[in-house]
T-cell receptor, first 109, second 116 residues
Framework: DAKTTQPPSMDCAEGRAANLPCNHS???????VYWYRQIHSQGPQYIIH???NNETNEMASLIITEDRKSSTLILPHATLRDTAVYYC??????????FGPGTRLSVLP | GAGVSQSPSNKVTEKGKDVELRCDPI?????LYWYRQRLGQGLEFLIY????????KSGLPSDRFSAERTGESVSTLTIQRTQQEDSAVYLC??????????????FGSGTQLSVL
């Protein structure tokens, strides 16, 4: 059963911020939000995760709403190499990672 | 090794034959996952090993599919009597799943299985 909902595709201009939304309205208190991405023909790559506070690392920022029912992954300055499928996953410790269909992000020159 | 290693990278087989796919996780990683990805589709969870606990086999699609893992090392995914719908990329991932340490999955490059 899918715990997350993402748009199937998005476009973003190179150099602009890419904002990828994810809805997880049934998230439980012990579940974290993870983001991975999969570049064509490669295995998925970890990007970031969070519980309720906003998080930032060298790849991206994660904004989680106060009610935790949705989140947004932000790539601040998208490049052509960020073209990939982005997966939002909700998971508690010890559970397996269930990947949905994700969002196909196309960064356009 | 430096990363998760899967072999073979490509496997072509005839319908009805058995195949074995191998995954060498990152040394020290206690958790190991298998996923299947059909062309143009998302990742489909198959099975999850965590240390000495009983594996989570809830994603295996049929009794033709089985997987083993020896301790915290190599895992083998076996598909018996292959069917054309088994054609897909089979991805393995491992992680260091210790208490207090968040799991980051590290994926291998996958095995492309083609059943003719």
């Amino acid at each position: 059963d899918a715990k997350t909902t993402q748009p199937p595709s998005m476009d973003c201009a190179e150099g602009r911020a890419a904002n990828l939304p994810c809805n997880h309205s049934t998230i439980s208190g012990n579940e974290y939000v993870y983001w991975y991405r999969q570049i064509h023909s490669q295995g998925p790559q970890y990007i970031i995760h969070g519980l309720k506070n906003n998080e930032t690392n060298e790849m991206a920022s994660l904004i989680i709403t106060e009610d935790r029912k949705s989140s947004t992954l932000i790539l601040p300055h998208a490049t052509l190499r960020d073209t990939a499928v982005y997966y939002c996953i909700v998971r508690a410790r010890g559970q397996n990672f269930v990947f949905g269909p994700g969002t196909r992000l196309s960064v356009l020159p | 090794g430096a990363g998760v290693s899967q072999s073979p990278s490509n496997k072509v087989t005839e319908k009805g034959k058995d195949v074995e796919l191998r995954c060498d996780p990152i040394s020290g990683h206690t958790a190991l996952y298998w996923y299947r990805q059909r062309l143009g589709q998302g990742l489909e969870f198959l099975i999850y090993f965590q240390g000495n606990s009983a594996p989570d086999k809830s994603g295996l699609p049929s009794d033709r599919f089985s997987a083993e893992r020896t301790g915290e090392s190599v895992s083998t995914l076996t598909i018996q009597r292959t069917q054309q719908e088994d054609s897909a990329v089979y991805l393995c991932a491992s992680s260091l799943a210790e208490a207090g340490v968040h799991e980051k999955l590290f994926f291998g490059s996958g095995t492309q299985l083609s059943v003719l």
